[in-house]
């Protein structure tokens, strides 16, 4: 298993990020996936899942502006994150059960 975040930057408040993760050695349409958060100095908080049928659901402090997606051809998750806020500051990492990637950064910062 061997997963890739991309995606992540500086954005202001308000603005809008598409994270990636590029999956290797599994199949992402079998699998169920989450998207993670570790805020600095803070442990780490769940976002997001997908379940194999594709069902989703959200954190509270997410929920309507945040959308987890995959593209099966391309093995990939992806998390639209929109209307971002200071509070969404964090390293973000997409998970299959007990493993994950090395993280992108996201800074919400004017």
């Known amino acids: 298993v061997q997963l890739a975040e991309s995606g992540g930057g500086l954005v202001a408040p308000g603005g809008s990020l598409t994270l990636s993760c590029a999956a290797s050695?599994?199949?992402?349409?079998?699998?169920?996936m989450d998207w993670v958060r570790q805020a600095p100095g803070k442990g780490l908080e769940w976002v997001s899942s997908?379940?194999?049928?594709?069902?989703?659901w959200y954190a509270d402090s997410v929920k309507g502006r945040f959308t987890i997606s995959r593209d099966n051809a391309k093995n990939t998750l992806y998390l639209q994150m929109n209307s971002l806020k200071p509070g969404d500051t964090a390293v973000y990492y997409c998970r299959k059960g007990t493993n994950r990637g090395q993280g992108t950064q996201v800074t919400v910062s004017s």
């Open positions: 997908i379940h194999t049928g594709g069902f989703a």
């Open positions: 050695g599994f199949s992402i349409s079998t699998s169920e």
